[in-house]
């Protein structure tokens, strides 16, 4: 049966298939922003995972519970992980003083950027020097304080699958850091008696 003046009724394949691509496309880019905001979400929670990681590590150092470690060894650089705190994929490495932490064992090359390590050995000894001069011309006094810097590695996720890293400083008093001598001896005679 015709309708009166040649009017069609339905939709052409075309117009189905164009509805049909600009629908999904629409899909597709609904996808990816919820996966990116997934991963954002991901990313900021172990960022913030990582900095209370990082100030336990801090309260622990005030607390005194590493006077034994910094006694020992270099003194300067402590590492670890999180591994008793259910963390295995978190670590951190510790550094007092005007210490600099340690270069990545293995460099990424996944990332595509070109490290030239021979410049960053010749910047940091540059700036070691100007650090020294500086503190030749400034009077020596002892401080009551010892600079404190952790960096905590993280996993990341995203398109970028290396690690990412939280770096936090503080100041704490000296004696919090490498114990007292006085309270050291008072430590050992109580344990003789």
């Known amino acids: ?6 009017v069609r009724g339905g939709f052409t394949l075309a117009e189905v298939m164009v509805t049909l691509l600009i629908v999904s496309i629409g899909l597709l880019l609904i996808t990816q922003g919820l996966t990116r905001a997934r ?3 991901a990313e900021t929670h172990y960022r913030k995972l990582a900095r209370e990681l990082a100030l336990l590590t801090l309260g622990r150092l005030e607390s005194g519970l590493f006077w034994e470690e910094l006694d020992g060894g270099d003194g300067e650089v402590l590492t670890g992980t999180y591994a008793e705190e259910g963390y295995e994929e978190f670590h951190y ?7 600099e932490f340690r ?4 460099p990424d090359a996944r990332d595509g950027s070109y490290h030239d390590s ?7 000894e540059q700036r070691l020097r100007r650090e020294d001069d500086a503190k030749d011309e400034e009077e020596q006094v002892a401080e009551a304080f010892e600079k404190v ?3 905590v590695g993280y996993p990341r996720f995203g398109e970028e699958l290396n690690e990412s890293e939280l770096v936090l ?3 704490i008093p000296w004696e919090q850091v490498y114990g007292s001598e006085e309270g050291d001896a008072r430590d050992a005679a109580e344990g003789d008696s």
């Not at 021979?118 to 940091?124: A, D, I």
């Open 103 to 106: 270069e990545r064992a293995e």
């Open 118 to 124: 021979w410049e960053y050995e010749r910047e940091r």
């Open 149 to 151: 810097r952790i960096k």
């Open 93 to 99: 490495e510790l550094v007092l003083g005007d210490e």
């Open 1 to 6: 049966m015709k309708r009166p003046g040649g």
């Open 39 to 41: 991963f954002s979400a």
């Open 169 to 171: 400083e503080r100041w």
